[in-house]
């Protein structure tokens, strides 16, 4: 059965930390890996993935891929208390469809 | 990226009752889901639903219980139909963008409580 996980699935930081969230997948068919944040209701698309080893960066944010180990990176340096949210990893299959989300990591930054 | 509303935004309903949710984007797309997210949870994908085609159910999803309509390229709606407490959730839609619809942008959700 196709799954995502990830690690860890609560985190609390200071300020000014720097942060590592962890996705690992087991997914046939595999196209990419999204990444997104979820404050509220509707999740803000970051990243999407499809090649090993290629670092895309947002800001503070970056995320890599290695598909030989299957898994994923999402770095956030400098956190802010605004960086609180829940970080969702998913999997796309196909064509766009079937995409599968890990269970999130719940991230919150004290200031 | 794409714009993506969605009415209404919250609702209380009562058991056995039936309740439809509008997603409406700001332009054409091709692929468009729905998901459910229960307290708690993750994003579960309820049905894929294109235009011009019935709408594609994941497992433990059913027509009977959430039909699909999508009569154009920019507007979708989702019944969650003989609703019971278990169908408390956010429901979000969702629409696939980028040469192969790799990308997913989401509507703001439809918060639902079922008493």
């Known amino acids: 059965e196709d799954k995502v996980v990830q690690s860890p699935l609560s985190l609390v930081v200071h300020e000014g930390d720097t942060v590592t969230l962890n996705c690992s997948y087991e997914v046939t068919n595999f196209r990419s890996l999204l990444w997104y944040k979820q404050e509220k209701k509707a999740p803000t698309f970051l990243f999407m993935l499809?090649?090993?080893?290629i670092e895309k960066k947002s800001g503070r944010l970056s995320s890599i891929l290695d598909k030989k180990e299957l898994f994923s990176i999402l770095n956030i340096t400098a956190t802010q208390t605004g960086d609180s949210a829940v970080y969702l990893c998913?999997?796309?299959?196909?064509?766009?469809?079937?995409?599968?989300f890990g269970p999130g990591t719940r991230l919150s930054v004290l200031p | 990226s794409a714009v993506i509303s969605q009415k209404p935004s919250r609702d209380i309903c009562q058991r056995g009752t039936s309740l439809t949710i509008q997603c409406q984007v700001d332009s054409q797309v091709t692929m468009m889901f729905w998901y459910r997210q229960q307290p708690g949870q993750s994003l579960t994908l309820i049905a894929t639903a294109n235009q011009g085609s019935e709408a594609t159910y994941e497992s433990g999803f059913v027509i009977d219980k959430f039909p699909i309509s999508r009569p154009n390229l920019t507007f979708s709606t989702l019944t969650v139909s003989n609703m019971s407490p278990e169908d408390s959730s956010i429901y979000l839609c969702?629409?696939?963008?980028?040469?192969?619809?790799?990308?997913?942008?989401f509507g703001p959700g439809t918060r639902l409580t079922v008493t």
């Open positions: 499809t090649s090993s080893g």
């Open positions: 998913a999997v796309a299959r196909n064509y766009g469809q079937n995409f599968v």
């Open positions: 969702s629409v696939g963008v980028g040469g192969q619809g790799y990308e997913q942008y």
